[in-house]
Nanobody, 123 residues
Framework: QVHLVESGGGLVTAGGSLRLSCAAS????????MGWFRQAPGGEREFVGA????????YYADFVKGRFTISRDGAKSTVYLRMNSLKSEDTAVYYC????????????????WGQGTQVTVSS
């Protein structure tokens, strides 16, 4: 019943930018912190960043600070991940996830997940 639908992935060159979107349905959007995670081929799922239930506070992994920005639009029940200055090591499948109510860096604590969108950065 709950669906998170991601979009916006693609192929970019190093230094380029992408904006990922995740549209949520079937839940009360304002009750959930929204997280972004990524998983490279053969790698583990890792925390990228999150935004709290109100949209006031954001959290980022050290490796994306200053480059990535998370925002949410309550009217559209959509969370965004703006990625600038992309590096080859950012190549991964990016997932959005929902957790009630406080964010976590632990992927296992999120209940709902999107299908993932591929981001490939070439150099």
């Amino acid at each position: 019943q709950v669906h998170l639908v991601e979009s916006g992935g693609g192929l970019v060159t190093a230094g380029g930018s992408l904006r990922l979107s995740c549209a949520a349905s079937g839940l009360t959007f304002g009750d959930y912190a929204m997280g972004w995670f990524r998983q490279a081929p053969g790698g583990e799922r890792e925390f990228v960043g999150a935004i709290n239930w109100s949209g006031i506070t954001t959290y980022y992994a050290d490796f994306v600070k200053g480059r990535f920005t998370i925002s949410r639009d309550g009217a559209k029940s959509t969370v965004y991940l703006r990625m600038n200055s992309l590096k080859s090591e950012d190549t991964a499948v990016y997932y959005c996830a929902a957790r009630k109510t406080i964010y976590s860096e632990d992927w296992s604590e999120y209940h709902y997940w999107g299908q993932g969108t591929q981001v490939t950065v070439s150099s």
